[in-house]
């Protein structure tokens, strides 16, 4: 056993190995106190005295010791107290991706059947269900940026907030891609391995920020992988209106926006990060490029991520804990006199 790098993984625990023998302490001695002042309503001091002549200080002060270092050993235990070092190939375990899907209006458009939001919808499930390994987690945006599911191995899960993303699902309006990487990278740990942003998107970034904020998040080892959803000719937007029915966003001058895929914004977002940009393609083509291109041996070449685990040690304060309330249940407070002779 190696008793390298000792810690506790959950430290904030710690508080219970004090307080709670202290606790226990003042518990303790209030319930002496208040077993002599009852009997002491009983009979005379020197009655008494004949009465508990069998009882042994020693023992219950044993016997109290073992309780409080019991609840001192279960606050030691629940901070996860770790020693030792493994390893594991973060290669094995296969890239985290957070997919960053635009739900602003535009995405509403009908250049690619059924409109954009659920071509993208459709395309990041069929890559998520032929991935089959690694974590995957989804941020929604608009103007503004949301964690929708964390990193996480529960595809189901996952799929579930994917089917929830509708236009409605980021109340600010707009298209800040910025902010939709910003939240991307604080969705991933920030341990040394591979970390993977797919952006799907018209690219109408409003905010002008996704350039600066790609520069940046390439800096800590994040690769985007854009992908264009609409075409170049583009189709106006359609809602409903305060009557139910279907009609047409409109500018300041009562005319149809026509929103239109920026490509080049962001092929510049992608090449920040050494990454790639593709178009999403009617049937989710570009996807599966990047599907292909992340699990082949040219994205992964080079020395695999090695994660260095703490190994957890709680079973050592645990089964110290058992055996104290264990030996403390069968010790007596009881001891032997000459009348037992």
């Keep these: 056993m190696s008793f390298a790098n000792p810690h506790f993984a959950e430290p904030q625990w710690l508080w219970l190995a004090v307080l709670g023998p202290l606790a226990l302490v003042i518990l303790l001695r209030y319930a002496a106190e208040a077993r002599r002042r009852q009997l002491s309503t009983l009979a005379d001091p020197g009655f008494l005295m004949e009465l508990t002549r069998s009882h042994s200080r020693v023992r219950r002060a044993v016997k109290n010791l073992m309780l409080v270092l019991a609840v001192a050993g279960m606050g030691v ?7 030792g070092v493994r390893e594991l190939s973060g290669q094995s375990l296969g890239e985290d991706i957070v ?10 458009a009908t250049d ?11 395309a990041v499930l069929d890559f998520v269900r032929r991935h089959g390994r690694g974590r995957v987690g989804l941020v929604a945006f608009a103007g503004q940026a949301f964690l929708q599911c964390p990193l996480t191995f ?9 089917r929830m993303l509708d236009e409605r699902t980021i109340p600010v309006g707009g ?33 002008n920020s996704g350039v600066r904020v790609a520069q940046t998040l390439a800096e800590q080892g994040v690769v985007v992988f854009a992908v264009g959803v609409g075409t170049e000719a583009g189709a106006e937007i359609q809602v409903l209106n305060e009557q139910g029915q279907m009609d047409f966003v409109r500018d300041a001058r009562g005319q149809p926006v026509r929103s239109r895929l920026d490509e ?16 999403l393609g009617p049937l989710g083509e570009g996807l599966t490029r990047i599907r292909l291109l992340v699990g082949s041996a040219e994205f992964t070449s080079g020395p695999a991520p090695v994660r260095r685990l703490g190994v957890d ?3 050592v304060p645990i089964a110290i804990v058992l055996g104290l309330l264990v030996v403390e249940s069968l010790l007596g407070t009881r001891r032997r006199t000459n009348d037992d002779d």
């Design 77 to 83: 235990a629940l901070a996860r107290p770790q020693w």
């Design 99 to 108: 997919f960053a899907v635009d739900c602003s209006r535009s995405m509403l």
């Design 112 to 122: 690619v059947s059924p409109n954009r939001l659920e071509r993208s919808k459709m």
């Design 154 to 162: 529960d595809y189901g899960a996952f799929e579930d907030a994917l």
């Design 175 to 207: 298209t800040d891609i910025g902010r939709a990487l910003d939240e991307s990278f604080r969705a991933m740990e920030k341990a040394d391995r591979r970390k993977v942003v797919v952006l799907l998107t018209d690219g109408e970034d409003l905010e």
């Design 264 to 279: 080049a914004s962001l092929r510049k977002i992608a090449e920040a990060t050494k990454g790639g940009y593709f178009p």
């Design 313 to 315: 040690r709680f079973h």
